[in-house]
C-alpha cells in the first residue's frame, strides 16, 4: 500500500514537471504571445525567406518541374523580369536573370540558353519570363509591405502553354529596386496591354493553362523592344532608335514601352 502511496505521488509529481514546460503550459490571461522567428508567418501566409534562397527555391522548382517531354535538350531564353506593379526593370530584376542563368549552366544541362532576340523566337523556344512585386505577405489590403513576391514561369512557344512555375517570397532587406536608366527616364510609368498580358501569363497561370494571347502575339516585337531597352540603357542611343523603329514596323510593336522613348533616342542619336 505505501508502496502504491508512492508510485501514485511519483506520477503526480512528474506530471506537474511537464505541464511546467514549453510544450504543456498554458500563457497566463493577459499575457503577449511569444514572438515567431522572423519569416515565419502565423496567419498561414507564404514563410517569407532571405532573398537568395528565395530565388534559387523558385528557379530550382521552376526547372526541375517543368514538363518538357522526351527533348534531350531545349533552347531557353529570358524574357526579362519585371515588377509586377509597374512593369519596370530594376537593377534587382536584372541582377536575377544573371542569377538564373547560373543557376541553369550548374544544375540543367537540359536547357540551352539563348539571347532573347527575334531569331531565337523564330525557333520556337521556351521563355522564362517573371515578376518580382513587393506586397503584404498576409495579405492584407492596406497592410505594410512586408515581402517580394518572387514568380517565375516558362511559356512553351510551340505548344502554346505554361508548362511550369516557380514561387517564393523574400525579405526586402538589402534589395536594390533603382530602375533601369530607361525606365527612371520615362517620366510616367504605365502599363501597356503587352505588358499586362506578360504579368498574366506570369501570376495569373497554372502549369497546362494557355499562355495569354497578346504576349504570344507580340513577342516577336517585345524582343527588339527588349534590346532597344539594353542599347538605352548602355547610352548607344543610335541603336536604340533603330530598334524602336524596327519595333514598330513588326507586328504588335505599336507598345508603350518603344513610344514613351522614341523621340528622346531620336534627339540623343542626333547629338551624338
Known sequence: MYFQVFVTGLALASLTALASTSAFAQ????????TPPRGVSTSGAAPIIPFDEALQKAANDLLSKANLGD????????????DGVTGAQSVATRGMERKIVEIVNKGYPKFQIDKFSTAAIAKSPIVLIGTFTLINNAGQAGGAKDAYRICLALADLK???IVSKGVARARPDGIDTTPTPYFADSPV??????????????????????????YADRILSGALIADAIVSYDARRYKDALELYQSAVRTPGGDQLRAAQRHLSCQLEAEAQ
Not at 500563457?27 to 511569444?34: D, H, I, K, T
Not at 527533348?71 to 519585371?82: E, F, G, Q, S
Not at 510609368?189 to 497578346?214: F, H, L, N
Open 159 to 161: 505548344a502554346k502553354k
Open 27 to 34: 500563457p497566463s490571461p493577459g499575457a503577449p504571445a511569444p
Open 71 to 82: 527533348a534531350d535538350k531545349v533552347v531557353l531564353v529570358i524574357d526579362p523580369l519585371i
Open 189 to 214: 510609368i504605365a502599363k501597356d496591354p503587352t505588358t499586362e498580358a506578360y504579368i498574366k501569363s506570369c501570376q495569373g497561370t497554372r502549369p497546362g493553362d494557355p499562355i495569354e494571347q497578346v
